[in-house]
């Protein structure tokens, strides 16, 4: 119903910087919110950033003044700039993307992940 296509993790050093994105394609009628999280091994999922359909965000206190999330609302896409990166930093991240689908049903739905390594 719904494809997400993740691009631009990487590995980079640490206090370098990097863009993911995520473009959301298919059946979609709106999108609400669209969000980044990140999973670092043994560690749980957690949310990093999220814009919503009124273009207000959320971050996590960690990546506050680091990270920055915008969307494209033409392309139905989300990116994540992510400045000063730390080693601490270094997951895999995925897209979240939240709506309406054309038959008028939520969904929910997540990017494959991309990894991103920061070297210190």
């Known amino acids: 119903q719904v494809q997400l296509v993740e691009s631009g993790g990487g590995l980079v050093q640490a206090g370098g910087s990097l863009r993911v994105s995520c473009a959301a394609s298919g059946s979609i009628f709106s999108i609400n919110a669209m969000g980044w999280y990140r999973q670092a091994p043994g560690k749980q999922r957690e949310l990093v950033a999220i814009i919503h359909s009124d273009d207000s965000t959320n971050y996590a206190d960690s990546v506050k003044g680091r990270f920055t999330v915008s969307r494209d609302n033409a392309k139905n896409t989300v990116y994540l700039q992510m400045d000063s990166l730390k080693p601490e930093d270094t997951a895999v991240y995925y897209c979240?993307?939240?709506?309406?689908?054309?038959?008028?049903?939520?969904?929910?739905?997540w990017g494959q992940g991309t990894q991103v390594t920061v070297s210190s």
């Open positions: 979240n993307v939240r709506g309406l689908l054309l038959q008028g049903t939520e969904y929910d739905y």
